[in-house]
């Protein structure tokens, strides 16, 4: 169930991380007025950054092939 729940979680840390420098790089909000939003949002990319990195070892060319079967059978689902 926890595998099922990272994906979702992972995509709403990187949304949160895109807002973020999108705010940022339109100069609505300085990083140094909000510090704690800042490192909560540092922390949420370190986080994604971690996810993919294990996610992309696993799809490796070694890798699981239990996690890769199910990936192609959610891709298969959908129609891609």
Known sequence: MLSRMLGPLSVLCLGAVVLFVFFSALGEISPGEVRGP???VAALAALFTIRALIVRHELGENGNRN??????S???RRGF
């Open 74 to 76: 959610l891709r298969e």
């Open 67 to 72: 996690m890769l079967r199910s990936v192609n």
């Open 38 to 40: 800042a490192i909560v």
